[in-house]
């Protein structure tokens, strides 16, 4: 079985976006199908891990074209250069007003005339058995809608986030034609997609009526955070998060109970360390100085992948940020499924009624407070740090196994031998 998949994201991108098909790539032959991946031959990503070439499978077909990017004159003018602020990307009024209402669904759309053109050619000669598309960027959707109907395969669209109900949409200050035409492009797809694809079973409630099936298959995790490492826990009472993290994630509550906390006992200020690694949005970092907590913070930046991973394993505490909007239910951040290897108490913050708590409960792995429940907040904090003095900060994690990225494309490569029937 052959299968073909439509991926703005692959190494060298770096960041969240490109692990889960990257895994699922290097897992699918394991169960008899072929895959060959379609993307970008130029592309101008945020950030950059080149350390994930090495995990492209030898024999797996790679086929690249061009893409004319205007966010490379829009936002970041320095190709092949780190960008630094990510997280601060939507914090332009004019420039996200631009990228909102001139680029539908994305700045990704003028790739996808020249990648039907280029597509249609290969599958005259190469034919396959699905043809598979992720987003974001959604515009890889409207790609795989074209071949799929002139081709006449299969077509399974996998949505990692959700579309017109993206909770950043609302920064680009969407005019009413602008919302009109996503939301117009979003139930195209959803009218000709064979199978969606997500990663949560609450947007799989939010899709179940808008088109013919959807199945849920979770981010997960891989040998590389799966593996024992020898590595030795902070001595500071870390608490440390480890990603992007956007301004809709702030966690001004947190800051305000580790100040007073801080006011209240000297021993906590001085051992507490506020470890930030990645992209950190600029009113996440005016938040911490405005609660005098610079002292405590280290904002390391962005690190390679490998280097995410160790990290995590040695934090005394894992910080887990769900974004405080709208329908936060159904989001399951990617790290979720590494934190849980390094076998270190998740703190998180978000609904406490959602699929992170459920999870959370079913691997005994950590606990979600709600994003206004400052009293709760407050005990959690100081029951993690009474264990840390005591010397018995630890998880007994279990039915993690479930995520290994093996096992998930286990479900993927059913889903697809089904739709194949």
């Known amino acids: 079985m052959k299968v073909l998949i439509i991926t703005y994201y692959w190494p060298p991108a770096g960041g969240s976006g490109v692990q889960r098909w990257l895994k699922f790539v290097k897992y699918l032959q394991n169960f008899d199908i072929e895959p060959i991946v379609f993307t970008v031959d130029n592309a101008n990503y945020p950030k950059e891990d080149k350390s994930l070439l090495n995990e492209i499978p030898k024999d797996v077909k790679v086929l690249k074209q061009p893409i004319w990017e205007p966010t490379d004159l829009l936002f970041w003018k320095n190709k092949n250069q780190h960008k630094k602020d990510i997280s601060n990307s939507t914090n332009s009024g004019f420039l996200s007003f631009i990228r909102g209402n001139f680029f539908i669904p994305d700045p990704k759309i003028f790739w996808v005339k020249p990648s039907v053109k280029f597509l249609n050619q290969i599958l005259k000669e190469n034919p396959v058995d699905v043809i598979i598309s992720t987003g974001p960027p959604h515009s890889m959707h409207l790609i795989a809608k074209k071949i799929s109907k002139k081709n006449n395969v299969k077509w399974l669209a996998d949505f990692r986030d959700p579309w017109s109900d993206l909770y950043y949409n609302k920064d680009f200050n969407q005019l009413s034609f602008a919302k009109k035409r996503n939301i117009e492009l979003e139930n195209s797809v959803f009218k000709s997609t064979d199978c969606l694809l997500t990663v949560s079973n609450t947007l799989k409630k939010e899709f179940t009526n808008k088109t013919q099936r959807v199945e849920v298959i979770t981010n997960g995790f891989d040998d590389e955070v799966a593996t024992k490492n020898n590595v030795r826990l ?19 509550l947190l800051f305000k109970v580790l100040q007073k906390l801080c006011l209240e006992n000297f021993g906590f200020k001085n051992d507490l360390k506020i470890n930030f690694i990645g992209d950190i949005s600029d009113e996440v970092k005016k938040e911490i100085e405005f609660n005098n907590l610079i002292d405590n913070t280290v904002f390391k930046g962005y690190v390679s992948h490998k280097e995410a991973i160790i990290y995590q394993k040695k934090a005394q505490v894992l910080l887990l940020l769900i974004p405080n909007v709208k329908k936060s239910e ?63 900060l630890q998880v007994n994690s279990k039915n993690v196994e479930q995520y290994h990225r093996k096992n998930l494309t286990a479900q993927l490569a059913t889903i697809l031998k089904s739709m194949k029937s």
Do not use: H, M, W
């Open 234 to 252: 902070d001595k500071k009472f870390t608490i440390s998060y480890i990603g992007l993290l956007p301004k809709q994630s702030n966690p001004k």
């Open 330 to 392: 159904g989001i399951l951040t990617g790290k979720l499924f590494e934190y849980l290897t390094a076998k270190r108490p998740i703190l998180a913050l978000g609904p406490e009624k959602a699929d992170l708590s459920e999870i959370l409960e079913n691997t005994n792995a950590g606990v979600v407070v709600g994003f206004n429940n400052e009293t709760k907040l407050t005990s959690e904090i100081i029951s993690l740090y009474q264990k840390y003095k005591e010397g018995f």
